[in-house]
């Protein structure tokens, strides 16, 4: 009965990650991108495309997510040479996987845009230095690209080639808030589009700018100072039972002989690994609190 109710849960679960695959790669690219408003109060899904795009994943949506079909079929595997008579627990522990890629992509494409806007503080201010100097805006926003690095660079260079070939600046900046979309990545849109439409006092637009950039910068610092505790409990309470494993099969290899040979064996290993799933989605809140 126990087995039936895992694999039940295996099932809704899996439909709700196919569901979730479906919304990123069709409902993604349908996004449409504004500079009309600054802040918003909660980003929309970037696609799965994007996504990968953000990670610098030279892959296709499907060829990825065939990728971890494969990855869950070699959990299937492993986990029915261990326990063999264990069929529907295989496959619940081959289901897994998918909810847990997709969240794990979500979170490092939320810390890729993190690292980008913290790296625009210093964007800004080179900026600054040069509009301060007399420097034209697109002068400017090219010292700019020139003094950053890895990705940030090639976004900025992205926005000086479109500009540099015609297009207007809200067309030039949209590649970026897709990739890109937080509350500082659209202050430096509106504030680049403010300058080309408008005119006005640039270094005064830049120099407030930087400040707020500055001033999150700071509160997120400050925010993964407070919750610095919890992850590294989260890391230990997820990392550390299998460290024990090669530990015990070392010293005491009979210790683990009942997980392998006993009846329930099987189903208390899952639902050990089940409620290690549940505690990590449950940190993972917590720790996307400053969010």
Not at 29 to 45: G, N
Not at 89 to 100: D, G, K, M, S, W
Not at 246 to 275: I, N, R, Y
Request: net charge positive.
């Amino acid at each position: 009965m126990f087995e039936l109710m895992l694999v039940v849960l295996a099932v809704v679960v899996m439909l709700a990650s196919a569901a979730l695959v479906f919304r990123r790669v069709t409902g993604g690219e349908r996004q449409a991108v504004s500079l009309d408003s600054i802040m918003q109060p909660r980003d929309k899904a970037i696609g799965l495309a994007r996504m990968l795009r953000v990670l610098n994943i030279q892959l296709r949506p499907t060829l990825f997510i065939l990728g971890v079909g494969l990855v869950s079929g070699a959990v299937f595997s492993l986990f029915l040479s261990v326990f063999p008579t264990r069929l529907s627990l295989a496959v619940v522990a081959a289901l897994i996987l998918l909810p847990v890629t997709l969240l794990l992509i979500n979170d490092l494409v939320a810390w890729r845009s993190r690292q980008f806007e913290t790296a625009l503080v210093d964007v800004v201010d080179l900026m600054y230095a040069a509009a301060a100097g007399g420097t034209p805006p697109l002068l400017a926003l090219q010292v700019a690209s020139e003094g950053a690095q890895g990705f940030v660079r090639k976004a900025l260079q992205e926005i000086i080639r479109r500009l540099e070939l015609g297009s207007s600046v809200d067309e030039a900046c949209k590649p970026l808030l897709r990739l890109y979309s937080s509350e500082g990545v659209r202050l430096f849109a509106d504030t680049l589009a403010s300058r080309w439409h408008s005119g006005g006092d640039f270094e005064g637009l830049l120099q407030a700018l930087g400040n707020i950039l500055r001033e999150r910068s700071f509160y997120r610092q400050r925010m993964q100072g407070q919750l610095s505790g919890a992850r590294y409990a989260l890391l230990f309470a997820g990392f550390f039972p299998y460290i024990l494993i090669p530990f015990f099969l070392w010293k005491e290899p009979d210790w683990l002989v009942p997980l392998t040979q006993h009846a329930l064996g099987p189903t208390l290993m899952l639902s050990a690994l089940l409620c290690q799933i549940c505690g990590f989605l449950w940190m993972r809140r917590i720790l996307r609190s400053d969010e």
